[in-house]
T-cell receptor, first 113, second 113 residues
Framework: GEDVEQSLFLSVREGDSSVINCTYT??????LYWYKQEPGAGLQLLTY?????DMKQDQRLTVLLNKKDKHLSLRIADTQTGDSAIYFC?????????????FGQGTTLQVKP | EAGVAQSPRYKIIEKRQSVAFWCNPI?????LYWYQQILGQGPKLLIQ????????DSQLPKDRFSAERLKGVDSTLKIQPAKLEDSAVYLC???????????FGPGTRLTVL
């Protein structure tokens, strides 16, 4: 079945890099996503990667995709206190082709000043 | 551009009562999604509409949950009767079409006592 796993918690110091990891099971997914959720707010799309790419960079964000190992990571350079939030990895359900997203359980990022 | 609107933001009810949530998607977005996010978990898709037709409701507990999008714009999600395990944040999202970026509303936090 389709499943997405993430570590639950990451704590870093301001200015350090953060790396959030995710594993997924559906090899037919065409897109993989990273969403950010701040307290009391909905989900905000941070970035996404197409499954035939292995890296994507967008300002402070770098996404790495290892399709063989079904492993996705999000690196945030120069992490700021405003980056404190829950980060969700998601894959689109390749089997359904309807845009249905399968989310991980989220990684809480704590940034200490 | 106005985002996805949801109301109410918070609702507290007792078990066995009924409750309804409302969502107004971004103008022009044909696809509308309802997700359930239980505390500590990632969002789980309940139902997906394409205009006023249902695309996927495979994870909707149909004995107690119902949803409609009669004119292909606004949508309502109803729970009748509510159970304790229905306590969650209900997120609405919309996209231009399936497989496009999904934009999320702020969610409705439901507490069932």
């Amino acid at each position: 079945g389709e499943d997405v796993e993430q570590s639950l918690f990451l704590s870093v110091r301001e200015g350090d890099s953060s790396v959030i990891n995710c594993t997924y099971t559906d090899s037919s997914s065409t897109y993989l996503y990273w969403y950010k959720q701040e307290p009391g707010a909905g989900l905000q799309l941070l970035t996404y990667i197409f499954s035939n790419m292995d890296m994507k960079q967008d300002q402070r964000l770098t996404v790495l995709l290892n399709k063989k190992d079904k492993h996705l990571s999000l690196r945030i350079a120069d992490t700021q206190t405003g980056d404190s939030a829950i980060y969700f990895c998601a894959e689109n359900s390749g089997s359904s082709n309807t845009g249905k997203l399968i989310f991980g359980q989220g990684t809480t990022l704590q940034v200490k000043p | 551009e106005a985002g996805v609107a949801q109301s109410p933001r918070y609702k507290i009810i007792e078990k066995r009562q009924s409750v309804a949530f409302w969502c107004n998607p971004i103008s022009g977005h044909a696809t509308l999604y309802w997700y359930q996010q239980i505390l500590g978990q990632g969002p789980k898709l309940l139902i997906q509409f394409q205009n006023n037709g249902v695309v996927d409701d495979s994870q909707l507990p149909k004995d107690r949950f119902s949803a409609e999008r009669l004119k292909g714009v606004d949508s309502t999600l109803k729970i009748q009767p509510a159970k304790l395990e229905d306590s969650a944040v209900y997120l609405c999202a919309s996209s231009l079409a399936g497989n496009n970026e999904q934009f999320f509303g702020p969610g409705t936090r439901l507490t069932v006592l």
